[in-house]
């Protein structure tokens, strides 16, 4: 019936576990989140990688187109210069056109300036005359000769009445003089054409820049601009830094887009060809990606989560489950605890069985009952057990075992007790009653009492009752037979008063027993509670004892011999002098003239500090045999049968009850023929002790 109880407190034992728990789905998801970042980076990078190189490709190919068209340009224009300066204004430029020599799919229009700015030649009809000396084209080369082709923002051409980009180059005569310029048109659309056939996207840009910041052609998607100026743009300021060419990626200082970028500046020109990706179309295949790794990770976090969520639920229903079962169990343990305190406290003993009639349980006051020690009981069957029982009865006994029990009780239907008597050690009386049960566990319980004590004093009581009658009877039947006489039998006088005198006596002496017999149930029956408890000097108490007691005629008063000091006591005066007379009339009734009797009052010490109050009366008289001695304090009892000597045998009883309601007890110590000492012993107290 022992149960075992794994301790622990359930919130603080899953505090634990929880944490690992949660620490473990905080760490995969830092994980799945770095490794998806990882590759979302990766991505990014290789694509920005590839788009580069392409990129670098790409204006590679239109700086070398760049560069051809305008080396083609160029070489035109000192064609028509050193042959302008041969045979002057008969220079045949339509001609150079349709022979082929000039290639009007790039060149617009090819023409010569005079030193007055007048367009004298032309490969294109010429209406009227026209003054170009405003013209920027024209006036870089009238004031210097910097020996550099010339190329223009786009303008709109006066001569062709198109966007073209002009390029000039000045003629000098022989002794330096200036004579004119010589000026290609090149329609910019011809660059822009050409990036058609490139794919950049939407916001892709192309463009041929001169080093002054302005656009000499720029297409962006499939739109074409002209003369756009980007003059703070990153690319001129690496140019001037003398980086000729570069990637980078910043937002387009022209539209804001934000663009990866690649230049390379043209070898022999202040030109510079641009291309940009748009960044959001470049990296829309790495984004598209990037998404779905994203939504992978996001779904692999909320599984991760619902997963340490369900778990988190489960070992708290767990937990709670445990708990539910450890408060149970406690519970249990308290029920048990309770029912063994019980059972240990209660004098009776149990045994259970089960279902199957085999012992579950036999409480701890069992084997002491019986007066046997470390059995094994539980497991037992009925039957063995019963035999066992029979084993320790007396011989004789009217047990027939437990299943005889039952079935008496079946049919009487009554659950009267059975009594057993165990033999040795010791002979004692057991009541024994078995209760059926409904229980799933239980099936019986045997309930054991023992009743050797309530048994014995039943058998007292029958007794005394038959003693005290005998005892009235004596008495009484000497009163009613000498009365008899007396009333049918003329007597002498002397004879009445004999008769008379014996009657008296046995009146005195029914009466005396009757006095004493109620003394004596008084006592019984109040316990002492109607006794008037006061500190009190026991020697000044036996001084005003031995003051009233009035001895024998022929005797003299009992030598005392008591202590200087106070004996203090807690005691009733009345009853306790009631006990000192008693023995003191007793020392006188049982000793002879001349035998002397003695009072002797002392204090002697106990263990752990205590201290205790005697008192010994002493007497020379007849003496009492060891078998007298343990019979004294028997009712009725009376060692001298000599009849001599008058008495109840009730005097010693009244005084053992007195003595031991006071906390104290009473020795005898007897010779035959020699003298008795009746010694009382009492617990002494401080003078100021509080009651
Ligand atoms: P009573 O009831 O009148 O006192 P009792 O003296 O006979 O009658 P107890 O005082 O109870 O009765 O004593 C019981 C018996 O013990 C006595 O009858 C006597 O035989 C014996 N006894 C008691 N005291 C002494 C004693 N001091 N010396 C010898 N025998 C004694
Ligand atoms: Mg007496």
Redesign the pocket.
Known sequence: MKFSITSGHGDAQLRRPLLMLWLATAVLLALAWWHVLALVSDSRTKELASAERDLANLTRVSQEHADRTFRSADQVIRFIQARYLEIGDRLDLAALSAQGVIDTEIFNQVGVIDAQGIYVLSNLPIKGKLDLSDREHFKVHVTADSGELFVSKPVLGRASGKWSVQLTRRINRANGDFAGVVVVSIDPGYFTRFYNELQLGSKGVMALYGLDGVARARKIGSKEEFGTEATNSQMLTRIAQGQLTATYSNASVVDGIERLYHYRKLPHYRLAVLNGLDLQYLLVNHQRAAQALWLQAAILSLLLLALATVLTRYLQRINQNLLARQAAQRLIEERNEQLTAIFSMSPDAFVSFDTTHRITYVSPTFLPMMARANIQFEGMSEQDFSAWLLQHCEPGSSFAGIAAMRAQMAQEQSERPTLIEIANPGKRILQLSLRTSESSAVSQLLHFREVTRETEIDHMKSEFLSTAAHELRTPMASISGFTEVLMTQQLTPEETSEFLNIIHSRAQLMS??LN?LLDLARIEARRGKDFQYARLDLAELVKQSVASFIPPVDRGLPELQLPAQALWVMADPQKLQQAIL??L???Y???AAGQAVKLKLALEPQAEGLTRVCLH?T?E????TPA?VER??ERF?????SGK???????????KEIISLHGGSVA?Q?EFGR??C?SFYLPAIDKDEAP
């Open positions: 005396n027993i004493e008693n023995v009339s007793n020392a009734k049982y000793s009366v007497d008289g007849i003496g009492m007298q004294v304090f009892y009376r060692a001298d049968t000597v008058p008495g109840t045998g009730l005097g010693m009883s009244i005084v005898i007897s003298g008795t009746v």
